[in-house]
C-alpha cells in the first residue's frame, strides 16, 4: 500500500477497462469482496476514448495505476467480422499501447475461446490456436503482444453469464431475448460446444490470480462442456414464464460467419491456483438457486 506525501496510507489504483460490460462490471462490483486491497477506477468509452491514443497516456499518467485489468474490446464476432478494421484498432492496437504504458506493473489481458478453431475441443493453455474469423485474429494477435512482458497475464474464458448493464451482453440475456423475438419455437445448436461461466465466477478467479502475482495463460471457463442446446435446456428449467419452445438445430446450416464447434477449455492449469476451484455451470446454478441469471 501507497505512502502519501502525508503520511496517509492510499490504495494502490486498478484501471479495469470496459468497465459497462459484462466481465468489466462483475470486476467493478466485486473488488471490494475479492481485492479489497484496490481502488478501482471503473473506465467506460464516455469517460475514457480508448482509441484516443494521447488522452489514454494523459490519463496513465496522471492516475499511475499499479494493475491494468483490460476488459474492454469489439467482442460480437458479427461485429468483428463487418467492421475488421474497428475490431482490430480496438481488440489489438489498444492492447498493445495500454501493454507500453504498462510495462513495469501486471496487466490482465481479456482472451476467448474463439482462438482455437473447435476441431478438437479441451483444449488447453499449450494447445495451438487457429481462429477462424476477424475476432479470433484479433485475440490471438493481442495475446502476442501482452505475453511478451513476463508481468502479464492473459486470461481465456468461454460463455459468461450473469445480468449486464445494458442488459444484453451476457449468454443468458442473449437467449431470452431471441426467446421473446422467436415466438414460440427457437432452433439451438447440439454440435457446438463451450465451457459457460457466471461472470461472478471469472471475476472471482481474475481477483484471485492477480493476487498470487500469476502470470502467462489461465484458461478461465466453466468445468462442465454444454451444447448450446443443453444450456438452452438448462436455463429454460429456471424460466416457467418463457412459453417457446426450443428445438435442436445444427452449426452446420449457420449462415453467418465460421463456427468452431468445439471450443471447450481446459481449467485444469487455474484449477488448483484458486482456492475454490471452478465449477460447471449445472452445479453452480444448482447451488445458488437465488441467482438472478
Known amino acids: 500500500m501507497a505512502i502519501s506525501p502525508s503520511g496517509s496510507s492510499i490504495k494502490p489504483l486498478v484501471w479495469i477497462t470496459g ?8 470486476l467493478v462490483q466485486t473488488a471490494p469482496r475479492w481485492s479489497p486491497d484496490w481502488r478501482v477506477r ?25 494493475l491494468v485489468i483490460h476488459c474492454a474490446a469489439v ?29 513495469e506493473i501486471p496487466l490482465v489481458f481479456f482472451s476467448t475461446d ?15 490456436v487457429n481462429p477462424l474469423h476477424v475476432y479470433g485474429e484479433t485475440k490471438v494477435a493481442a495475446e502476442e503482444i501482452v505475453l511478451k512482458n513476463p508481468r502479464h497475464l492473459v486470461v481465456r474464458t468461454s460463455l459468461n453469464g450473469g445480468i449486464s448493464p445494458a442488459g444484453n451482453r451476457a449468454f443468458n ?7 421473446q423475438a422467436s415466438g414460440k419455437r427457437m432452433t439451438l445448436f447440439a454440435d457446438e460446444f463451450r465451457c459457460p461461466i457466471p461472470a461472478v465466477e471469472t471475476a ?13 495463460i489461465y484458461h478461465i ?10 444450456i438452452g435446456q438448462l436455463l429454460m428449467k429456471r424460466w416457467p414464464e418463457a412459453a417457446a419452445k426450443i428445438e435442436s438445430g445444427s452449426a452446420l446450416d449457420f449462415p453467418g460467419p465460421p ?35
Open 221 to 230: 471457463a466453466g468445468s462442465e462442456k454444454m451444447s448450446r442446446l443443453q
Open 173 to 179: 440475456e442473449q437467449l431470452r431475448h431471441s426467446l
Open 114 to 128: 474463439l482462438v482455437f478453431d473447435g476441431r478438437k475441443g479441451n483444449y488447453s493453455e499449450m494447445d495451438a
Open 42 to 66: 471503473a473506465l467506460t468509452r464516455g469517460q475514457l476514448d480508448l482509441l484516443d491514443a494521447a488522452a489514454v497516456r494523459r490519463e496513465f499518467q496522471s492516475d499511475l495505476p499499479q
Open 259 to 293: 463456427r468452431a464447434l468445439d471450443t471447450s477449455l481446459n481449467i485444469a492449469k487455474v484449477q488448483p491456483v484458486l482456492s475454490v476451484p471452478l465449477s460447471g455451470l449445472s452445479d453452480w446454478l444448482a447451488a445458488n438457486p437465488g441467482e438472478i441469471f
Open 19 to 26: 468497465a459497462n460490460g459484462l466481465i468489466g462490471s462483475y
Open 75 to 103: 467482442s460480437v464476432v458479427g461485429d468483428a467480422q463487418k467492421n475488421p478494421e474497428l475490431a482490430w484498432r480496438t481488440n489489438v492496437e489498444v492492447t498493445r499501447r495500454l501493454a507500453e504504458l504498462a510495462s
Open 204 to 216: 472471482r478467479a481474475v481477483w484471485e490470480l492477480t493476487r498470487k502475482n500469476c502470470t502467462g
